[in-house]
């Protein structure tokens, strides 16, 4: 177990000075008859991250306003997200749970909770700042995922409007290529108003490529859109 909890300190780049609070962090409910599971230090953590997300999105996002930034971090700190990034971490395959969890997949809200204690842990045997880190680091890509999500949906969303406005309908979205290696992968979308190409756009995922689409359009079609 020790030789296990190394190599997962060694993915987090953290090393504790108190090991069984780690040990601590990763005891589901469902195992802690005689010694305490991850639940306090779940509850600290969730603090932890939401305070580092909420202040990283005050500090990069200075033009945003109070509700685009409490979407985006809803968003970042959700069971769904926090669980996939734990299952990135690999927390599920250390965790102690009890005879009724065993042998199959655990759920996204276990490996989510495993992952705020986690943080949580790190808070309580470094400080702020050591807990602060890892939560950017890990939550880095998501972060960028969610902002992307958020830009992409504004672009096709004030494209829509005008579109409407002008009696066309919705617009229509197409992905007419994927190019490069799976790991590179670059899209090209075109976006149709009543049936008519109005912009092209790439991008690394599909909605960014819509996204850009929906820009060029914008920049064609409804100059005057903000």
């Known amino acids: ?117 986690v943080v949580g842990a790190v808070f309580v045997d470094q400080g702020m700042r050591a807990a602060g880190d890892l939560v950017l680091r890990t939550l880095a890509d998501e972060i960028e995922r969610v902002c992307e999500d958020r830009h992409a949906e504004g672009a096709k969303s004030l494209l829509q409007q005008r579109a409407q406005a002008v009696g066309l309908g919705i617009p229509r979205y197409e992905i007419i290529s994927a190019e490069g290696p799976d790991h590179e992968v670059e899209f090209q979308a075109v976006v149709l108003i009543a049936g008519r190409e109005c912009g092209e756009g790439r991008g690394r995922t599909k909605k960014e490529a819509e996204s850009n689409a929906a820009r060029q359009a914008l920049e064609r079609h409804y100059p005057d859109a903000e």
């Open 1 to 117: 177990m020790t030789e296990e909890l190394h190599r997962l300190q060694a993915r987090l780049g953290v090393q504790f000075e108190n090991l069984e609070l780690l040990r601590r962090a990763l005891r589901h409910a469902s195992a802690a008859e005689t010694e305490p599971s991850y639940e306090r230090l779940e509850f600290l953590g969730d603090a932890v991250v939401g305070m580092v997300v909420a202040e990283h999105l005050f500090r990069t996002m200075p033009g945003a306003s109070e509700g685009e930034m409490t979407v985006i971090k809803s968003g970042v700190v959700s069971r769904r997200t926090l669980g996939r990034v734990g299952r990135r971490l690999a927390l599920q395959e250390h965790l102690e749970v009890g005879e009724g969890l065993q042998g199959r997949p655990y759920p996204l809200s276990i490996v989510s909770g495993a992952y705020e204690a």
